[in-house]
């Protein structure tokens, strides 16, 4: 048995050798080659995209992964950390006041963030000094100073600090990492040895410290690292990973992953469909060759084994090439990243590789199945007389099968299903109103006449082949259409998320008594606006208290432990999105408007009353609204907005933001400097934020993705047409016979011309009106459950779908076709002798 | 039955439903082949010859009846033993020649040789060129070929596994008289040389004649016209 095998798998090995230097299997060939090279690019650059961009979010936050704690972390996760062979960094901070003094024993009080740390570089990015003092490394009697605090304590090298009980000289200004969230620390930072900032008597039992471990690694140590602290988190730790640097920024980006993901899945079945097409031809070209082969007497299991051998060397050698392909692609895509990517970050290939050749192996059987089972069944009748073909449905669900392995190597677990459920909806919807179309054809066949009417019964001769051209064209030309849609709202939310004119500077803690001074400084400052605020804590919920031990939710238990930030406004602003408004206030009570995420974090509702302690008083209202805020827009957002009334008296300040211009390339002579300068002589106590850098960055995520998404968009545009010319191809030989007998019967050049066109211009016309249709449907449920936008109905679209079906395939058609048209009988003859 | 028949049909029925029918295309037919005979079926087209030929080669089951093929009871065989019953000692050669045109004629002689892993393959394929005069048309194409070469290559290719039987399937239909004429002779002298028993199907009185027997499917009932030929 195992040497007949062997002997089997040499024979179909040299019938294999043989039809690949005739150039037999070409379109299977090329379909599993764009298959597998495709998955190739797009995983390889995905996680290439995806590592570079997670770098760039490591050096934001100075490491891959950190836990924060107000309470010292256990010595035990840096020594674990350190086993998993990962870099750790310890670091204390403490915001604190810092005290300057010069030659002249002028003295500058200042708060600020003093941060220890156990190594002097961060784990991620490099440390950026700062020009304006000369730079040493830090001892134990000197520090780092971030470059706003020399204007704000008006400081020079010869200054020394006291901070705690301990006066430091000074090493050297540093540009701290930059965080996604300015806003959580807004005093300017100075940096020391962590072993000095224990012993200054700064610590103590009641002191606001925050502790953090930070680390860095390669991916799989981190997630192992971050898989254990998951599960044994304390408390109070809070874990920050760089692949969600900001809840937001985590969300858009998570929407382009998913979108890398589904192109190269839609470029998968794209090729699939191309297999499946193609495949079809070469059973119509190979069945008498099958059918003799069982004549001869080649049994059930003989021409399974010999044909499996086959297709798996076709699988096994095209996705060999398609992975070389792909991978020489990204080799020659990656000096064009490296322009969109600082740092680019390549990704080890193997997965991407493996990835590659396997979906090649399997996108291969999943679309050939059908026409293999169907090949090795062939009844050796077949070669007398033509026998209808029975379908078994096992091999649907072995198809099925295979298509959910096919899926599930490409995507994560948890999508799987809906997008196979979609998948299986689409085809069968399609294959149902490719019969519809069908059926339309045969009664426009009865009534037309001439050429017209020739066409049409080119068209139908096949019904089987025109349904599967009919559903492969739509699915493609589907894909492409939602592609397209979703990635025009992908790049738009983008655009719109961070617009020209956004706010990148921030004036805090402007008393009223500082307002016109401050106002006075900023008179030129482009697109400013202000917000009136108090500081204060949610308490109650409709005289519930609200105790911290009773949240389970982490965020909820900071936010009742902070005060917060309530903007005192008559109303809500226009940046803002009201989700939901009280009809009727039942109450006299003032009116406070609530963010959506806040309400759901504490269940607040409509016309519920909260009470909140600011300053001291305790002061209730009632819940008007529900806003929506896009906290990555920048723009004044609070979580409540409290309505101003003349009885309540509030300990108001204020809050500015205005556009800055571009940061310039010396940021010692940069407008932000000579700002902070001024507020810190005029207003002593408002604090300028500048987030400029984090807003650069953010853009330039925005534009990395963006850029992914595109050029994975065009590739399975590009994987798209070549399915097409393969759509073509499995009508070929019919085609041709049916020009050579109206050539033979006397036809005209210009009348087979037509004839031939038409059938392309037709079915292209039929796809688009298919694709169409489900486009607008899935377009319109996007919009209603997704996006949340009013659905329209886009004649457009329509028109669009149809044009470009009917044009592609005219094109195709000329391009292929076009020798074909010319071809005198005689050739025509010969094409089909040799085929 | 008689063991040293290799062909033997007795009182077989070959119905097919048609709309509200059943057409009878074989009825109650009886015959026995012994080895080395040359046997022509004639008969009008439609009448059912390709279906006989096919029901004795194993390709199709008769309705009821009993085939016989070289001592095997064919109606109680599977698929996969009528296979192999084929691929030990059964040739085919078809009107059109069925071969396969990305192939080479040595190709397609090698195909039914390399298919079963028979030894010296390639020393045999290029012996049944020799044999039918395409020694030097090895490395051609079917569509290089004229119509009789193409069939020649197809009569070598069925001779190639050595069968004890041969079904030809109109092999001349398709040629012109001359090159029809030279297939035919082919065929009875490779019948006479390798001890094969050839069953034929043809429209062609004159190479009917050529044959040992001549039976005529007359409405669906095998009657024999002649006894012998030659």
Known sequence: ?835 | MNPTNIIELQNVHYQIPSDNSILDIIKACDLRVQPDETIAIVGRSGSGKSTLLSIMAGLETSTSGQVTLLGQALNDCSEDQRAQIRAQQVGFIFQNFQLMPSMTALENILMPLELFQIEDAEQKALKALEQVGLANRANHRPAELSGGEQQRVAIARAFVTEPKVLFADEPTGNLDEETAEQIQSLLLELNKTLSTTLILVTHDNHFAQRCQRVYQLINGHLVEKTETAQ
């Open chain 1, 1 to 835: 048995m195992i040497k007949n095998v062997t002997l089997e798998a040499i024979t179909a090995s040299k019938w294999f050798y043989r039809s690949l230097k005739k150039g037999d299997w070409l379109w299977l060939i090329i379909a599993v080659i764009i298959a597998s090279a495709t998955v190739t690019v797009v995983k390889q650059l995905g996680e290439t995209v995806q590592q570079s961009m997670l770098r760039k979010a490591a050096e934001s936050m100075g490491a891959d992964y950190v836990i924060k704690s107000s309470r010292p972390i256990d010595i035990k996760w840096q020594q674990q950390a350190e086993n998993f062979g990962l870099k750790t960094r310890q670091s204390i901070s403490i915001v604190t006041m810092a005290l300057a003094k010069d030659k002249n024993a002028q003295q500058q009080f200042q708060l600020v963030q003093l941060k220890g740390v156990s190594t002097p570089n961060p784990l991620r990015g490099k440390l950026a000094p700062n020009t304006i003092l000369p730079f040493n490394n830090l001892t134990s009697d000197s520090i780092w100073v971030e470059p706003k605090l020399i204007s704000l304590m008006r400081i020079n090298e010869s200054s020394l600090i006291t901070l705690g009980t301990k006066q430091f000289n000074l090493a050297g200004s540093v540009d701290g990492p930059q965080l996604i969230n300015p806003m959580a620390n807004f005093a300017p930072q100075i940096w020391m040895d962590i072993e000095q900032l224990k012993k200054i008597e700064l610590i103590g039992p009641g002191s606001r410290v925050s502790y953090e471990l930070s680390l860095a690694g390669n991916d799989q140590q981190i997630n192992r690292f971050a898989k254990l602290i998951e599960n044994n988190k304390e408390p109070h730790w809070q874990l920050l990973s760089a692949k969600a640097p900001s809840e937001d920024l985590g969300n858009s980006l998570d929407t382009a992953w998913l979108f890398l993901d589904l192109s190269a899945l839609s470029a998968v079945l794209v090729a699939g469909m191309s297999i499946l097409i193609a495949s079809r031809f070469y059973l119509t070209r190979w069945k008498n060759s099958m059918a003799l082969m069982r004549a001869f007497g080649a049994s059930n299991a003989t021409m399974t084994r010999l044909f499996a051998f086959q297709l798996t060397w076709i699988a096994f050698f095209s996705s060999l090439i398609g992975v070389t392909v792909g991978y020489l692609l990204t080799l020659l895509i990656a000096p064009y990243l490296a322009d969109y990517f600082t740092p680019l970050v390549i990704a080890n290939p193997t997965p991407a590789i493996l990835i590659g050749f396997f979906s090649g192996l399997l996108v291969l059987w999943t679309f050939a199945w059908q026409a293999f089972q169907t090949a090795i069944k062939t009844s050796p009748i077949q070669i007398l007389k033509s026998v209808p073909v029975q379908t078994h449905y096992i091999h649907w669900f072995i198809s099925f099968f295979l298509l959910l392995v096919l899926i599930s190597l490409m995507l994560d677990i948890d999508s799987i299903l809906w997008i196979v459920l979609g998948i299986i909806l689409i085809s069968f919807a399609l294959f149902a109103a490719s019969v519809l179309l069908l059926k339309t054809m045969l009664f426009l066949q009865r009534y037309s006449r001439g050429w017209f009417k020739i066409a049409l019964s080119n068209l139908t001769k096949e019904p089987g082949l025109v349904q599967i051209q009919l559903v492969s064209v739509g699915m493609v030309l589907f894909v492409l259409m939602l592609m397209t849609f979703v990635r025009q709202d992908l790049l738009q939310n983008w655009q719109a998320s961070l617009p020209e004119n956004t706010p990148n500077t921030f004036v805090m803690n402007i008393q009223p008594s500082q307002k016109a001074l401050v106002d006075n400084i900023l008179t030129n400052m482009q697109y400013k606006t202000d917000a009136p605020m108090v500081r204060g804590r949610l308490i109650k919920v409709n005289n519930q208290e609200l105790l911290v031990e009773q949240q389970s939710n982490e965020r909820a238990k900071r936010l009742l432990q902070r005060e917060a930030n309530i903007a005192v406004m008559a109303e809500v602003p226009k940046h803002n999105t009201t989700v939901a408004q009280l009809k009727e206030p039942s109450t006299e009570l003032p009116k406070v408007s609530v963010e959506e995420g806040i309400a759901e974090l504490f269940n607040i509702k409509l016309g519920d009353n909260l009470e909140f302690n600011i300053a001291g008083q305790k002061l209730e209202y009632q819940v008007n609204s529900i806003r929506k805020v896009q906290w990555q827009s920048f723009q004044l957002n609070f979580f409540f907005i409290i309505e101003p009334t003349l009885e309540r008296a509030l300990p108001l300040s204020y809050l500015s933001n205005f556009h800055l211009p571009k940061l310039s390339a010396d940021s010692n002579n940069d407008i932000a400097s000579e700002l902070t300068k001024q507020l810190a002589i005029t207003t002593p106590g408002v604090l300028l934020i500048d987030v400029r850098k984090i807003m650069l960055q953010i853009q330039d995520i925005m534009t990395q993705a963006s850029w992914a998404v595109s050029a994975l968009y065009a590739f399975t545009l590009l994987a798209s047409i070549g399915v097409l010319f393969t759509a073509t191809l499995a009508s070929q030989q019919s085609r041709i016979q049916n020009w050579l007998l109206l050539r033979t019967i006397g036809a005209q050049n210009k009348t087979i011309i037509k004839i031939g066109l038409t059938e392309f211009v037709f079915l292209g016309g039929l796809a688009g009106v298919l694709a169409a249709s489900f486009a607008q449907v899935s377009s319109l449920l996007i919009s209603q459950y997704l996006l949340k936008t009013e659905p329209t109905f886009s004649p457009a679209l329509w028109l669009a779908s149809i044009i470009i079906g009917c044009c592609l395939f005219l094109l195709i058609g000329l391009i292929t076709q076009w020798s074909y048209l010319q071809k005198s009988p005689q050739n025509l003859k010969r094409y089909l002798n040799s085929n």
